[in-house]
């Protein structure tokens, strides 16, 4: 860490930073797609490269030779240099590549971290990264260099190919990784007279060309095939799984967690007359999907018949690749928790302007109760339209079409009664409202909003959003304030169920709110600190998405396992929250699992916002929203679950809430509602 810190003051990057950097592909948000195996190879290659431009090695194209063993102070080459200094014997650098590709992840993992340090990248949720908005400099010699140091790179690499002086040695095997990786190609317009020039420059240093083809020989090995021994996934059946304890009282996290326990973090279920269902669960296949789901696996597929019931096709949630990466960046700032900080007045207001319609000795049924709050705060937040008249009429449509076209639970003519033809055409109506007050008069000295930023997005870039998407997109903060409602209600039940907590979190809210409206840095800093670790325990307990559905596009294998090109994967993120190995006794309600020494959510375990390209995108916003609304509840009313002594169910599809059954008495108004 020590030389980490002393790199990032010096700006040095070694030759693995850049080799990665002439990877990076900031259209699709990560880098030009070479298979695992491939790029492990590769970057253990650059290690080497590394090496050899610091004397620790040298090699040819019959052995490596280790010069010098003393430590470089990089913590991705080191080990390296330890294993080669381990095995004084003559191995080749191909021995090396192979021997060492199993390191290439980890030597990933700490060049990023390196690069997001330096600021010559950032770090986009979803594992995207793009160049640093700083415009970082790698080129220290020129003061006046405007490039990044991506750009540095590539313009070097761009010089060698198509100008007629030879690359320095570092450039040369760079060159030669990126050749050996078939990048090269998707970089620069290569004509055949510079591809012929590229194959004569990664022959010109002797070091590059013995790394390259170390790497060559061993992409073209047997270790790149997939196993044709791969194992039998195994199979649970119907029977046995529905006596399970957990589908009774509707967890699904720890029914899969159950069932991963006895069969492994792979099995199928198949049922009868449908297509078999392939599960993930555990915490390597979370990291599996987090980092390589995106080369392998595809949301598009079973939500084409969904996205088609609200009129559009290419939305967010069922794009992948580039166009996905593309259109989170855009709307991205609109999702932002900073954007809600900016607004903690007015969001204050909205609620406390909806509690006001509460009455003390009422019982409200929970999961509406809690809708319609989070509703009253994120519509015109989001969209600047008041929506409650509409919005149980859009979330009973939104289940309904869940439960028609992704969980199939009802046939699909239950989409099509005269209630929700009702229903649907109230879609419409929300669309009229928001373009009603979205002309440049009406937003005249208005925040931005998100509404705001998909109407630009669609006037700019059509094809990316189009009109025939409008329906589903400004009508997703409505449908959104469903999923956070029912996330609210649970915390609620649970807040209620403990008193010790109860207390703890109406002291926090009573010295937040003594002096007005908080400040953003306050409601995110230790004043709330009980708070949102209790709410992390409630998504670890009870994640109102358990899984995600995806389908193979690319055969692979996944812990022996082989997910056939075609088949669906239901991946269970969050099987993890009830793993003992991760979540000590996972059934007790513990905060403290958040301190440190502790931090048990950190790493693929805690997943409530789903894992890789698609989560959740407006994951910060959604954790301080969640604080304040309950924080807001404690402070000016006593509520008490009824029935007394109702003991929680879970409602599973078609994702977790609250048992209808559950209500909320407001027994006492602690304190006035300001007007």
Not at 1 to 17: I, R, W, Y
Not at 341 to 365: K, P
Not at 380 to 386: G, R, Y
């Amino acid at each position: 860490m020590t030389q980490l810190v002393e790199d990032v003051a010096t700006g040095t990057l070694s030759l693995v930073d850049e080799f990665l950097l002439t990877l990076l592909n900031e259209e699709a948000g990560y880098f030009h797609q070479v298979p695992g195996w491939d790029l492990n190879c590769a970057v253990v290659g650059a290690a080497l490269g590394e090496l050899s431009l610091r004397s620790r090695i040298d090699t040819d194209v019959e052995s490596l030779i280790l010069l010098d063993d003393t430590p470089t102070g990089d913590a991705a080459l080191d080990p390296i240099l330890e294993k080669i200094a381990a095995e004084p014997g003559r191995h080749n650098a191909q021995y090396w590549v192979e021997r060492l590709a199993i390191r290439g992840e980890s030597i990933i993992d700490l060049t990023l971290e390196r690069l997001v340090l330096l600021k010559v990248l950032e770090h986009h949720d979803g594992d995207f990264w793009t160049l640093a908005r700083t415009g970082w400099q790698a080129n220290l010699g020129d003061p006046v260099a405007e490039e990044t140091a991506a750009e540095f790179v590539k313009t070097r690499l761009s010089k060698a190919i198509f100008g007629e002086e030879l690359p320095d040695p570092r450039d040369a095997i760079i060159l030669s990784l990126a050749n050996t990786c078939d990048v090269l190609r998707l970089i620069f317009q290569l004509d055949d007279e510079a591809a012929v020039r590229v194959e004569h420059l990664c022959k010109i240093d002797l070091i590059g060309r013995s790394i390259a083809d170390a790497i060559s020989g061993s992409i073209a090995g047997p270790l790149l095939r997939r196993s044709t021994f791969a194992k039998a996934i195994p199979v649970v059946s119907i029977v046995k799984m529905l006596r399970n304890r957990h589908v009774r009282s509707g967890n699904l996290p720890a029914l899969f967690a159950s069932l991963a326990e006895e069969y492994g973090p792979v099995y199928q279920i198949k049922v009868p007359f449908g297509q078999r269902m392939i599960f993930l669960c555990g915490p390597r296949t979370n990291r599996w999907v987090h980092r390589h789901g995106r080369m392998y696996l595809r949301a598009r597929d079973y939500l084409e018949e969904f996205e088609k019931v609200y009129g559009g096709t290419g939305i967010l949630p069922t794009l992948d690749g580039a166009d996905h990466f593309r259109y989170r960046k855009t709307i991205q700032p609109a999702y932002s928790r900073t954007r809600l900080e900016t607004q903690l007045d007015a969001f204050c207001a909205y609620a406390r302007g909806h509690m006001a319609t509460w009455s003390v000795g009422e019982s409200r049924s929970a999961v509406p109760m809690c809708r319609k709050l989070v509703n009253s705060e994120m519509s015109p937040l989001a969209v600047s339209i008041d929506s409650q008249d509409v919005v149980d009429d859009l979330h009973k449509f939104k289940e309904r079409a869940l439960q028609t076209h992704i969980g199939r639970t009802m046939p699909k003519f239950m989409l099509k009664t005269p209630g929700m033809k009702r229903r649907a055409k109230l879609i419409d109506e929300v669309v009229v409202r928001v373009q009603r007050v979205h002309t440049p008069a009406q937003r005249a000295g208005c925040p931005r909003d998100l509404a705001d930023d998909l109407l630009s997005m669609h006037a700019n870039d059509c094809q990316l959003l189009p009109e025939s998407n409008l329906r589903f997109v400004l009508s997703a903060p409505l449908i959104a304030s469903m999923y956070v409602g029912d996330q609210l209600s649970f915390i609620v039940h649970a807040m209620l169920a403990q008193p010790e907590f109860h207390e703890k979190i109406r002291a926090e809210a009573d010295a937040l709110f003594a002096d007005g409206v908080p400040d953003h840095e306050t409601v995110t800093g230790p004043a709330t600190d009980v708070t949102r670790r209790f709410i992390m325990e409630c998504m670890r307990m009870y994640p109102i998405v358990p899984i995600s559905i995806r389908n193979v596009m690319n055969a692979t294998v996944v812990e022996g396992y082989e997910l056939p090109e075609g088949a669906r994967v239901f991946i269970a993120q969050s099987a993890t929250h009830y793993m003992s190995d991760l979540f000590p006794d996972p059934f007790k309600f513990d905060i403290d699992r958040y301190k440190p020494p502790r931090k048990e959510h950190l790493g693929n375990g805690y997943a409530p916002y789903g894992l890789g390209t698609h989560v959740c995108l407006g994951s910060r916003w959604t954790e301080m929203q969640l604080a304040l609304n309950l924080l807001l509840i404690v402070r000016h009313f006593t509520l008490e679950i009824a029935p007394e002594g109702y003991k929680l169910k879970i409602s599973p599809v078609p994702s977790m809430s609250p048992s209808k059954k559950l209500k909320f008495k407001i027994v006492e108004q602690r304190h006035e509602l300001p007007v």
